[in-house]
């Protein structure tokens, strides 16, 4: 499993399966507005990745700050662009997980 992380917050950005190219991962993380220097990208065991899951949480999300809103639209683009591959049931899923994650 190869991941990236947010340095400063310790916060998972991407996570991909398989021959997941790391300079890509950073490069979407780039394009997300994250700065290169607060990224990390590595390869992890699964069971590191699940730990590194379980210890995130949902985000805590303020909405009535109108700038999160553009940072809401990207986390979703970054969910969107990480399940190529899943059928509809799976993508539906997911993304109920998600909207139902956010505050």
Same mark, same amino acid.
């Given at each position: 499993?190869?991941?990236?992380?947010?340095?400063?917050?310790?916060?998972?950005?991407?996570?991909?399966?398989?021959?997941?190219?790391?300079? $890509?991962? +950073?490069?979407? *993380?780039?394009?997300?507005?994250?700065?290169?220097?607060? +990224?990390? *990208?590595?390869?992890?065991?699964?069971?590191?990745?699940? +730990?590194?899951?379980?210890?995130?949480?949902?985000?805590? +999300?303020?909405?009535?700050?109108?700038?999160?809103?553009?940072?809401?639209?990207?986390?979703?683009?970054?969910?969107? $662009?990480?399940?190529?591959?899943?059928?509809? *049931?799976?993508?539906?899923?997911?993304?109920?997980?998600?909207?139902? $994650?956010?505050?």
């Amino acid at each position: 499993m190869k991941i990236c992380v947010r340095i400063s917050t310790s916060r998972l950005i991407e996570a991909q399966s398989g021959n997941a190219n790391l300079a $890509a991962m +950073i490069q979407n *993380a780039v394009n997300a507005g994250i700065p290169l220097a607060d +990224i990390e *990208a590595k390869e992890v065991t699964q069971d590191e990745f699940q +730990i590194l899951l379980s210890a995130e949480g949902p985000p805590s +999300i303020d909405l009535s700050n109108p700038d999160n809103h553009t940072k809401v639209i990207k986390a979703l683009a970054l969910c969107v $662009a990480q399940v190529g591959g899943l059928s509809n *049931a799976q993508f539906k899923a997911l993304f109920k997980s998600k909207w139902d $994650a956010l505050p």
